[in-house]
């Protein structure tokens, strides 16, 4: 046994399970080395979710990120030799229309991000999986590179650690548990054992359903909540008798009934002779805190097997017996079957990336098997160069809000996600119906009083539309359509587009207290915003100026937009709800590493927003101001930021615009928002839903989007969004910008595309809400630019004023020209697009009030 070592460069916590142990593998390929990795278990783990996970793969995800991960773990199992590509079908079962159509939406997604997902027929189904009751279904979808890591992900681990510890750079220790962390100056310097203390430049916690444990002792928590997922087995079937095989047949999924199947092969092998059947509950899901997880000597299994009482899941096991009789015919093995912990999460994603309150501490949990390969590359490079080749912002720990870091915000979202696991399918646009209400802008009851139709985003209540504006159905009837398929009708309110329309005839409010917004104070506040921005900050010049701006990250791509307002003595970022605490945490970081003396303050919740625009906004706002001479125009110059007093309340009002109209943000202290809210309803003004600021008229605007439309894998200028000269002074991946800007041209554009024709094959108008891969008409292919990146819509909304289905989306060079005919698919069916515009190209003028030819 070797000496337990006194210090390390690096120490992962929880090596023993797939994703410790793919960490591990993932930075000595990185060149790290002196990396230490202790479990509190076995290693490989013999009480953690790896020890008796099901080990299947799909690579069915409706994100990128998420796609890439499964799709480089199946690689990666493979090329070690412990990967069965034996496919997987997932099923529809007759009657069951709305699990079809996931299924088809399944095949968009799949074209999009580069897997082989297709749908296939019920016989085509039967063939590959005679297990099937062929009259049971209508469809399927085969995945042709789903299939099982072989024999075990727990063997995978332990044969990843043995690999490091040859190579000198991997020292791990077994039945080790991280007892504290060791902390000086906000910073993690060492874990202490009972062997003994470990010091550390870096820790990284690995540690599964006991990851929230370790998190505690930093002073914070992890966005996961362990449950029970019942896996049954059924037995003996000796159908691979003799043929050395872990699996026979296809995977199955059957999620309208959230449950799968497979075989497990020979009797000879791992698990073998028998039929796994596993399901997740979508009624009363079973959730366990951490710290009520038994121990290992308390445990009939292990900490993380629980018992299964066979009546808890006969109704869902009856409707499998339907579907595979083989079920019913076969015996049930008890001593087998067992309720499983796995980790459930409050957004559906895992959380990687450095705590909020350690620098050196970094997460990497709630990831499942298909994924632990890939997200141990994603932390490894992370570690190394501080950036992933692909966006992590779905991953990245510092999404969340300090809200959605308390135990009981935790335990409610992780139920509901819970309970949709498999089933049902879930609407891009579909809300969370726990934890609502956390945050409403003052005037919140007022809207309700109109009838609002509230979403919500970073915790506040959006109204996308008001009922009390029906009456604007009638007056554009002729150009709000009526969404026949209910897809495309889910989650949203066909008043919306109506008053857009009476917007842009007029003038209209619209609440926009979600903006998250940071103070940054201190004397290199200045210097901290320039290093950052791209855009000028430093001058005089620019007090008193609205700037909208990017934060480029080292290798030149576009990490972040927002708009700073640069004060006297700070600047205000004012930023998305959903961006904003990324960026927070991002510019913390940023100004400790470079020894700046600023202080940064998160002021969201003290403040509040107004929108107000349209061809009358001046004249209607002139009614309600103190001075309305100084809303003039030559007064009150575009981007300018100025204080205003309206109904005896100080306001800070910033002229511009996220909709086209003329108007302005209007910016006050969250206790004078209702008093400025109702001088400007008194004027007879109409409220008008966030649908059309941050959908349809963003889009007939050609407007981007952070963390759709602008991510880092495009850099400034295929966005075209970069600035007709680069500033003088230094900013962070400054130097990669030039030489993009040296290019003859882009490999790739952002650019507009409508659908030229939306009646679906049944006749149907569609209006897609969906992510849809974008091809050549002629080959059907997707279009993949000369750096690899595949085109699909990164937002897609219908335009009221144009009166078309819009999206942008980034085409390669040789594609993005004007007028040239694509095509999407949309639930798996094809659909003519046209370029409408190369870059930054709006469709609508609003000082012409008409659409562009």
Same mark, same amino acid.
């Given at each position: 046994?070797?000496?337990?070592?006194?210090?390390?460069?690096?120490?992962?916590?929880?090596?023993?399970?797939?994703?410790?142990?793919?960490?591990?593998?993932?930075?000595?390929?990185?060149?790290?080395?002196?990396?230490?990795?202790?479990?509190?278990?076995?290693?490989?783990?013999?009480?953690?979710?790896?020890?008796?996970?099901?080990?299947?793969?799909?690579?069915?995800?409706?994100?990128?990120?998420?796609?890439?991960?499964?799709?480089?773990?199946?690689?990666?199992?493979?090329?070690?030799?412990?990967?069965?590509?034996?496919?997987?079908?997932?099923?529809?079962?007759?009657?069951?229309?709305?699990?079809?159509?996931?299924?088809?939406?399944?095949?968009?997604?799949?074209?999009?991000?580069?897997?082989?997902?297709?749908?296939?027929?019920?016989?085509?189904?039967?063939?590959?999986?005679?297990?099937?009751?062929?009259?049971?279904?209508?469809?399927?979808?085969?995945?042709?590179?789903?299939?099982?890591?072989?024999?075990?992900?727990?063997?995978?681990?332990?044969?990843?650690?043995?690999?490091?510890?040859?190579?000198?750079?991997?020292?791990?220790?077994?039945?080790?548990?991280?007892?504290?962390?060791?902390?000086?100056?906000?910073? #993690? /310097?060492?874990?202490?054992?009972?062997?003994?203390?470990?010091?550390?430049?870096?820790?990284?916690?690995?540690?599964? $359903?006991?990851?929230?444990?370790?998190?505690?002792? +930093?002073?914070?928590?992890?966005?996961?909540?362990?449950?029970?997922?019942?896996?049954?087995?059924?037995?003996?079937?000796?159908?691979?008798?003799?043929?050395?095989?872990?699996?026979?047949?296809?995977?199955?999924?059957?999620?309208?009934?959230?449950?799968?199947?497979?075989?497990?092969?020979?009797?000879?092998?791992?698990?073998?002779?028998?039929?796994?059947?596993?399901?997740?509950?979508?009624?009363?899901?079973?959730?366990?805190?951490?710290?009520?997880?038994?121990?290992?000597?308390?445990?009939?299994?292990?900490?993380?097997?629980?018992?299964?009482?066979?009546?808890?899941?006969?109704?869902?096991?009856?409707? +499998?017996?339907?579907?595979?009789?083989?079920? +019913?015919?076969?015996?049930?093995?008890?001593?087998?079957?067992?309720?499983?912990?796995?980790?459930?999460?409050?957004?559906?994603?895992?959380?990687?990336?450095?705590?909020?309150?350690?620098?050196?501490?970094?997460?990497?949990?709630?990831?499942?098997?298909?994924?632990?390969?890939?997200?141990?590359?994603?932390?490894?490079?992370?570690?190394?160069?501080?950036?992933?080749?692909?966006?992590?912002?779905?991953?990245?720990?510092?999404?969340?809000?300090?809200?959605?870091?308390?135990?009981?915000?935790?335990?409610?979202?992780?139920?509901?996600?819970?309970?949709?696991?498999?089933?049902?399918?879930?609407?891009?646009?579909?809300?969370?119906?726990?934890?609502?209400?956390?945050?409403?802008?003052?005037?919140?009851?007022?809207?309700?009083?109109?009838?609002?139709?509230?979403?919500?985003?970073?915790?506040?209540?959006?109204?996308?539309?008001?009922?009390?504006?029906?009456?604007? $159905?009638?007056?554009?009837?002729?150009?709000?359509?009526?969404?026949?398929?209910?897809?495309?009708?889910?989650?949203?309110?066909?008043?919306?587009?109506?008053?857009?329309?009476?917007?842009?005839?007029?003038?209209?409010?619209?609440?926009?207290?979600?903006?998250?917004?940071?103070?940054?104070?201190?004397?290199?506040?200045?210097?901290?915003?320039?290093?950052?921005?791209?855009?000028?900050?430093?001058?005089?010049?620019?007090?008193?100026?609205?700037?909208?701006?990017?934060?480029?990250?080292?290798?030149?791509?576009?990490?972040?937009?927002?708009?700073?307002?640069?004060?006297?003595?700070?600047?205000?970022?004012?930023?998305?709800?959903?961006?904003?605490?990324?960026?927070?945490?991002?510019?913390?970081?940023?100004?400790?590493?470079?020894?700046?003396?600023?202080?940064?303050?998160?002021?969201?919740?003290?403040?509040?927003?107004?929108?107000?625009?349209?061809?009358?906004?001046?004249?209607?706002?002139?009614? #309600?101001?103190?001075?309305?001479?100084?809303?003039?125009?030559?007064?009150?110059?575009?981007?300018?930021?100025?204080?205003?007093?309206?109904?005896?309340?100080?306001?800070?009002?910033?002229?511009?615009?996220? #909709?086209?109209?003329?108007?302005?943000?209007?910016?006050?202290?969250?206790?004078?928002?209702?008093?400025?809210?109702?001088?400007?309803?008194?004027?007879?003004?109409?409220?008008?839903?966030?649908?059309?600021?941050?959908?349809?008229?963003?889009?007939?605007?050609?407007?981007?989007?952070?963390?759709?439309?602008?991510?880092?894998?495009?850099?400034?200028?295929? +966005?075209?969004?970069?600035?007709?000269?680069?500033?003088?002074?230094?900013?962070?991946?400054?130097?990669?910008?030039?030489?993009?800007?040296?290019?003859?041209?882009?490999?790739?554009?952002?650019?507009?595309?409508?659908?030229?024709?939306?009646?679906?094959?049944?006749?149907?108008?569609?209006?897609? /809400?969906?992510?849809?891969?974008?091809?050549?008409?002629?080959?059907?292919?997707?279009? /993949?630019?000369?750096?690899?990146?595949?085109?699909?819509?990164?937002?897609?909304?219908?335009?009221?004023?144009?009166?078309?289905?819009?999206?942008?989306?980034?085409?390669?060079?040789?594609?993005?020209?004007?007028?040239?005919?694509?095509? /999407?698919?949309?639930?798996?069916?094809?659909?003519?697009?046209?370029?409408?515009?190369?870059?930054?190209?709006?469709?609508?003028?609003?000082?012409?009030?008409?659409?562009?030819?």
């Amino acid at each position: 046994m070797s000496a337990f070592p006194e210090r390390a460069r690096v120490v992962i916590v929880g090596l023993g399970g797939i994703v410790g142990a793919s960490v591990a593998h993932h930075l000595i390929e990185r060149g790290w080395d002196d990396i230490v990795g202790i479990d509190k278990s076995g290693i490989p783990t013999d009480i953690g979710s790896t020890g008796h996970a099901s080990d299947f793969c799909y690579c069915t995800s409706h994100d990128q990120l998420s796609t890439w991960a499964t799709m480089y773990s199946v690689d990666f199992y493979e090329k070690m030799g412990h990967y069965s590509r034996i496919g997987g079908l997932e099923v529809a079962r007759v009657g069951d229309d709305e699990r079809m159509m996931e299924l088809r939406r399944r095949c968009d997604s799949g074209r999009a991000f580069g897997t082989n997902v297709r749908m296939i027929s019920a016989a085509e189904a039967k063939e590959k999986f005679p297990l099937l009751e062929q009259d049971q279904i209508q469809g399927a979808m085969w995945d042709p590179d789903a299939g099982l890591v072989t024999p075990r992900s727990q063997t995978v681990a332990g044969k990843l650690v043995d690999q490091a510890e040859k190579t000198g750079k991997l020292r791990a220790f077994s039945n080790c548990p991280a007892l504290d962390l060791v902390q000086e100056n906000g910073r #993690v /310097v060492g874990v202490t054992t009972p062997r003994g203390t470990i010091l550390a430049d870096k820790v990284v916690v690995c540690a599964g $359903l006991w990851g929230r444990l370790i998190a505690d002792m +930093a002073g914070e928590d992890l966005p996961v909540m362990p449950v029970d997922h019942p896996l049954t087995f059924f037995g003996p079937y000796d159908e691979f008798s003799g043929t050395g095989l872990e699996i026979g047949r296809p995977l199955l999924r059957d999620q309208g009934n959230s449950a799968y199947m497979r075989d497990t092969g020979d009797p000879s092998t791992t698990e073998g002779g028998q039929m796994e059947w596993g399901y997740y509950y979508e009624k009363e899901p079973r959730m366990v805190h951490p710290r009520d997880i038994l121990e290992k000597h308390q445990s009939r299994l292990s900490p993380s097997m629980r018992d299964l009482v066979l009546d808890d899941v006969i109704e869902p096991l009856e409707r +499998a017996m339907e579907l595979t009789p083989i079920l +019913a015919e076969l015996g049930f093995n008890q001593s087998h079957s067992f309720n499983g912990l796995l980790q459930a999460t409050t957004d559906g994603g895992p959380s990687l990336g450095e705590s909020r309150k350690l620098r050196g501490l970094w997460y990497a949990v709630a990831i499942w098997v298909k994924d632990g390969p890939g997200m141990g590359k994603l932390i490894a490079d992370w570690m190394t160069d501080g950036r992933t080749h692909l966006d992590h912002h779905g991953v990245d720990y510092a999404r969340f809000q300090d809200f959605q870091l308390t135990e009981d915000f935790i335990a409610g979202r992780c139920e509901e996600t819970a309970r949709k696991i498999y089933n049902p399918p879930i609407h891009p646009r579909e809300p969370f119906g726990n934890a609502r209400g956390i945050r409403r802008s003052p005037f919140y009851e007022r809207e309700v009083d109109l009838g609002g139709h509230f979403m919500e985003l970073g915790g506040w209540e959006r109204a996308h539309g008001y009922a009390a504006n029906n009456h604007l $159905l009638d007056k554009y009837a002729d150009r709000v359509p009526v969404r026949e398929n209910e897809w495309d009708n889910r989650h949203f309110w066909r008043v919306s587009n109506a008053e857009q329309l009476e917007m842009s005839s007029d003038c209209a409010i619209v609440n926009l207290s979600h903006f998250h917004m940071t103070d940054i104070s201190g004397p290199d506040h200045v210097a901290l915003m320039e290093w950052l921005c791209a855009a000028k900050i430093g001058g005089d010049t620019m007090i008193g100026k609205g700037i909208y701006t990017h934060m480029l990250d080292d290798d030149g791509m576009v990490r972040a937009d927002f708009t700073v307002f640069r004060m006297a003595d700070r600047c205000r970022l004012v930023n998305g709800a959903d961006a904003g605490p990324r960026d927070l945490e991002y510019m913390k970081r940023t100004a400790q590493d470079r020894g700046l003396d600023v202080t940064i303050t998160d002021v969201t919740e003290g403040y509040t927003t107004i929108g107000i625009w349209g061809p009358n906004a001046r004249e209607t706002l002139k009614k #309600v101001v103190a001075d309305p001479a100084g809303l003039d125009h030559d007064a009150f110059a575009f981007a300018a930021i100025k204080p205003i007093e309206i109904a005896g309340k100080p306001v800070t009002a910033f002229r511009i615009s996220y #909709v086209g109209e003329q108007g302005w943000e209007l910016h006050m202290p969250y206790d004078d928002g209702l008093a400025v809210w109702d001088a400007l309803r008194d004027t007879g003004v109409m409220a008008m839903g966030v649908e059309t600021y941050a959908n349809s008229r963003r889009l007939e605007k050609s407007l981007r989007l952070q963390n759709a439309d602008l991510h880092t894998q495009y850099n400034l200028l295929e +966005a075209d969004l970069a600035r007709p000269r680069v500033k003088e002074a230094d900013f962070r991946g400054k130097a990669r910008h030039l030489e993009y800007r040296a290019r003859d041209h882009q490999p790739a554009m952002l650019c507009t595309l409508v659908m030229t024709d939306n009646i679906d094959s049944h006749g149907v108008a569609r209006y897609p /809400v969906n992510t849809m891969p974008v091809m050549d008409p002629d080959t059907g292919a997707v279009l /993949v630019d000369d750096l690899g990146r595949r085109s699909y819509t990164s937002s897609q909304a219908f335009g009221p004023s144009l009166g078309k289905n819009i999206m942008l989306a980034y085409l390669p060079h040789d594609y993005a020209q004007l007028g040239r005919s694509l095509q /999407v698919t949309y639930f798996d069916e094809p659909f003519p697009v046209e370029v409408a515009g190369v870059g930054y190209a709006p469709l609508y003028d609003p000082q012409n009030l008409k659409p562009r030819s």
